[in-house]
């Protein structure tokens, strides 16, 4: 079965910095676009960052210049660095790939959480 895996998730006090990782195994073929999601308790799952495979980005505007999402091509890995955190990016972080052949995917999602 095809796995996304995410990591880097944590702990980290409010004006801190925390990088997740989201791998793609080479078997996903024709990605279009690896994405960030996060959804916190009690509400629904958002779109935080979007980086289509013609270099594309679209962040959502609560993360617009504190949040950078980019990839390495070489190991099929998408990052989301997030700096200036706050607590109400407490969330599970989610990594979505999308692809041409194969359809969407999702990985498991990795906790952040920010402490004032």
């Known amino acids: 079965q095809v796995q996304v895996m995410e990591s880097g998730g944590g702990l980290v006090q409010a004006g801190g910095s925390r990088r997740l990782s989201c791998a793609a195994p080479?078997?996903?073929?024709?990605?279009?676009?690896m994405d960030w999601y996060r959804q916190a308790p009690g509400k629904q799952r958002e779109l935080v960052a979007s980086?289509?495979?013609?270099?594309?980005?679209n962040y959502a505007d609560s993360v617009k210049g504190r949040f950078t999402i980019f990839r390495d091509n070489a190991k099929n890995t998408v990052y989301l660095q997030m700096n200036n955190l706050k607590p109400e990016d407490t969330a599970v972080y989610y990594c979505?790939?999308?692809?041409?052949?194969?359809?969407?995917?999702w990985g498991q999602g990795t906790q952040v959480t920010v402490s004032s």
């Open positions: 080479g078997s996903i073929l024709g990605m279009t676009a």
């Open positions: 979505h790939v999308q692809s041409i052949f194969q359809g969407e995917f």
């Open positions: 980086l289509s495979y013609g270099d594309t980005t």
